[in-house]
């Protein structure tokens, strides 16, 4: 149980293209969705907390303009990325909370992006 | 800030030695740790996770909580050359965020046939 899916994993594009990234929980429902981005050799950093029907909280430092999130429902948040650039490059990691209490946040595969 | 310190490594034993990976916190009302494994390229996968102060065996696996002394451990026993990845100890924050977790940044781990 608690699958979750991440969608693409690899995405290769030019600079100044904009990226959509899906994260969706498979078998349970998510009121709570968090978006990472991992540069290498670095742990992950936490850029925003998504919740069902609501605005994303955005870490210190995240451009939120840039790193637009949506979670629509309770299955689904996505992340888009707007006017990538090559500084964007990283690894973008979504995870997902069964409930609040203290369970522990499920990780999808990941999503490399590359911008040329 | 909060913090999570874990010792970068690389921590090298033999196969089917025990690996003992160390983490500190400084978030004193912290209540949920957990460890996940990463293997490189990939996302991080939930090996434990612990609440209590003590021990929590799960297989080969046990994780060790001293929350006086704000410690949490990764105990791998009879390692396998499979175990070989970086291991990141992360913790659930108290107050108004009590839902996020805080990474450390890692131990590499490399266990030799």
């Known amino acids: 149980g608690a699958v979750v899916s991440q969608h693409p994993s690899r995405v290769i594009c030019k600079s100044g293209t904009s990226v959509k990234i899906e994260c969706r929980s498979l078998?349970?429902?998510?009121?709570?969705m968090f978006w990472y981005r991992q540069f290498p050799k670095q742990s992950l950093m936490l850029m925003a907390t998504?919740?069902?029907?609501?605005?994303?909280?955005?870490e210190q430092g995240v451009e939120k303009d840039k790193f637009l999130i949506n979670h629509a429902s309770l299955t689904l948040s996505t992340l888009t990325v707007t006017s990538a650039h090559p500084e964007d490059s990283s690894f973008y990691i979504c995870?997902?909370?069964?409930?609040?209490?203290?369970?522990?946040?499920?990780f999808g595969d990941g999503t490399r992006l590359s911008i040329l | 800030q909060k913090e999570v310190e874990q010792n970068s490594g690389p921590l090298s034993v033999p196969e089917g030695a025990i690996a003992s990976l160390n983490c500190t916190y400084s978030d004193r009302g912290s209540q949920s740790f957990f460890w996940y494994r990463q293997y490189s390229g990939k996302s991080p996968e939930l090996i434990m996770f612990?609440?209590?102060?003590g021990d929590k065996e799960d297989g080969r696996f046990t994780a060790q909580l001293n929350k006086a002394s704000q410690y949490v451990s990764l105990l791998i026993r009879d390692s396998q050359p499979s175990d070989s990845a970086t291991y990141l100890c992360a913790v659930k924050g108290s107050g108004g965020s009590n839902y996020k977790l805080t990474f450390g940044k890692g131990t590499l781990l490399t266990v030799n046939p």
């Open positions: 612990i609440y209590s102060n």
């Open positions: 078998d349970f429902q998510a009121t709570t």
């Open positions: 998504s919740n069902e029907g609501s605005k994303a909280t955005y």
């Open positions: 995870s997902a909370l069964t409930g609040f209490d203290n369970q522990p946040q499920h």
